[in-house]
């Protein structure tokens, strides 16, 4: 098995939404924001290779939508899919597999684009399955009106039309030892229903992709919760099952969000789990 980190491109939320009650005089520190209360955000995802699997963790916004809808993002850097799938010798028709934590538009966007005619919309990975669960599907297409503008239409319905989408069998319990992909996943609430969190057994290390169940490291602390999420009381839960798992097992926390800090691990102190070492997807990954 061998992973890699995909940048499918970065942009910038208000630091206040990110990290909800927080006082900015505290989340400043961590997460510095621009004159305009944004912070920087990445939309890194993760490649696996495991044998005749190609599996993409998340595919970032994509570049479907108008120029007004980017502009309420700031997007910045000259990241993309291609790109990174280039710089490891892959093309996006080489995926096999596409597994989304959910469906919001910053994690699942480019797995639908433009048909080439520009009248309609087509699956991005047209060899790939694309994996969500029943649950949250049943959320994202008939959406509250909390999330109604994070779950677009045009993101997801595609996926269904090419009859390439899956689901993953869930368990009873919050977490599935080896799903059809062969990692584990920790099925999260808090959030938006049923986020899945992949845990990747890889050279002796498991590394979790943290998808919106830990943004950054700036929030690492259990009551730094984004304003985002649509069950902050869960989250609170969840978060300390989760970071006191990762604190106990030494696991390697892949950072989808933090466009500074790439991989870190975390450690007991008498405040908390708190940050441990900080690493870049090089030192880890390949």
């Not at 995802?45 to 939508?65: A, V």
Request: proline share 4%.
């Amino acid at each position: 098995m061998k992973l890699y980190p995909i940048e499918s491109g970065n942009f910038k939320l208000d630091g206040g939404a990110m990290f909800g009650v927080v006082p900015k005089t505290i989340w400043n520190r961590t997460n510095p924001a621009d004159a305009n209360n944004l912070i920087d955000i990445a939309a890194r995802c993760l490649l696996i290779e495991d044998g005749n699997r190609l599996i993409l963790i998340d595919t970032g916004m994509g570049n479907k939508q108008n120029e007004k809808f980017f502009g309420y993002y700031s997007l910045w850097g000259d990241h993309s899919i291609d790109k990174s799938l280039a710089k490891y010798g892959f093309h996006r028709d080489d995926i096999t597999d596409v597994f989304m934590t959910h469906l919001h538009f910053d994690h699942c966007g480019g797995s639908v684009q433009w048909n080439k005619e520009r009248t309609g919309y087509e699956v991005a990975f047209k060899n790939a399955n694309f994996w969500t669960n029943d649950n949250h599907w049943e959320w994202a297409t008939k959406p509250n009106a909390r999330e109604k503008a994070s779950f677009l239409k045009e993101n997801i319905i595609p996926m269904q039309e090419s009859g390439q989408l899956k689901f993953i069998n869930r368990p009873k319990g919050d977490y599935l030892d080896q799903c059809e992909l062969g990692f584990g996943i920790f099925f999260a609430d808090g959030h938006t229903e049923k986020q899945m969190i992949p845990h990747i057994n890889y050279n002796g290390k498991t590394i979790v992709f943290m998808a919106d169940l830990l943004p950054t490291a700036g929030h690492i602390p259990l009551p730094y919760v984004m304003g985002y999420d649509t069950r902050p009381l869960l989250t609170l839960d969840e978060k300390s099952k989760f970071m006191n798992a990762a604190a106990d097992n030494g696991y390697y926390l892949f950072l989808e969000h933090d466009a500074h800090n790439e991989i870190i691990t975390v450690q007991h102190t008498e405040k908390g789990v708190r940050l441990k070492d900080v690493y870049k997807c090089s030192d880890i990954l390949i």
